[in-house]
T-cell receptor, first 111, second 114 residues
Framework: GNSVTQMEGPVTLSEEAFLTINCTYT??????LFWYVQYPGEGLQLLLK?????DKGSNKGFEATYRKETTSFHLEKGSVQVSDSAVYFC??????????FGTGTSLTVIP | AAGVIQSPRHLIKEKRETATLKCYPI?????VYWYQQGPGQDPQFLIS???????DKGSIPDRFSAQQFSDYHSELNMSSLELGDSALYFC?????????????FGQGTRLTVV
């Protein structure tokens, strides 16, 4: 079946620290991979995506590389800010199919 | 740019009542998804529609039903509400013909059952 396994939180970091949130997937086929972010009280917003192996998605200093050999899509940021505090969801989709989400990782960045 | 519109934003109902949630997708998006997100939980897929037909079905209770109308908006009908139905309900839309596209989410409807 299709599923996403995401690093459990919560994660607490100091400002300017390096962030990694692990995400691995299982899929029947060739999925597209996404990271969504949910700020308090808001809906899910697309952070970045990658649609094929070795693609790198990037946005707002966040990056993730689609690794087919390790079925992973880890989210990284070199220097987090307080404003990055949110819940991050890894997700996959297959053509014509629903989205599958990971459990979400709560990130708190302290000054 | 137009986004996914959900109404109402907040809803309070009593046990055993019914509720109807509405979702207006982005123009020209033909696929609508419904998700339920409990407190501190990840979004759980409920059901999706493509071109007004049910496309996929997830963990939607039998007490719930949904449909997509000719203008592509969708409604989630919830009956015999239970306390455990209290959650944030998200709608998302996407254009299925566009390969590898993301789903665009609405702000959600927060349902509280008392």
């Amino acid at each position: 079946g299709n599923s996403v396994t995401q690093m459990e939180g919560p994660v607490t970091l100091s400002e300017e620290a390096f962030l990694t949130i692990n995400c691995t997937y299982t899929a029947t086929g060739y999925p597209s991979l996404f990271w969504y972010v949910q700020y308090p009280g808001e809906g899910l917003q697309l952070l970045l995506k990658a649609t094929k192996a070795d693609d790198k998605g990037s946005n707002k200093g966040f990056e993730a590389t689609y690794r087919k050999e390790t079925t992973s899509f880890h989210l990284e940021k070199g220097s987090v800010q307080v404003s990055d505090s949110a819940v991050y969801f890894c997700a996959l989709s297959l053509p014509g199919n629903q989205f599958y989400f990971g459990t979400g990782t709560s990130l708190t960045v302290i000054p | 740019a137009a986004g996914v519109i959900q109404s109402p934003r907040h809803l309070i109902k009593e046990k055993r009542e019914t509720a109807t949630l509405k979702c207006y997708p982005i123009p020209r998006h033909d696929t609508v998804y419904w998700y339920q997100q409990g407190p501190g939980q990840d979004p759980q897929f409920l059901i999706s529609f493509y071109e007004k037909m049910q496309s996929d079905k997830g963990s939607i209770p039998d007490r719930f039903s949904a449909q997509q109308f000719s203008d592509y908006h969708s409604e989630l009908n919830m009956s015999s509400l239970e306390l455990g139905d209290s959650a944030l309900y998200f709608c998302a839309s996407s254009p299925r013909a566009v390969m590898n596209t993301e789903a665009f989410f609405g702000q959600g409807t927060r349902l509280t059952v008392v």
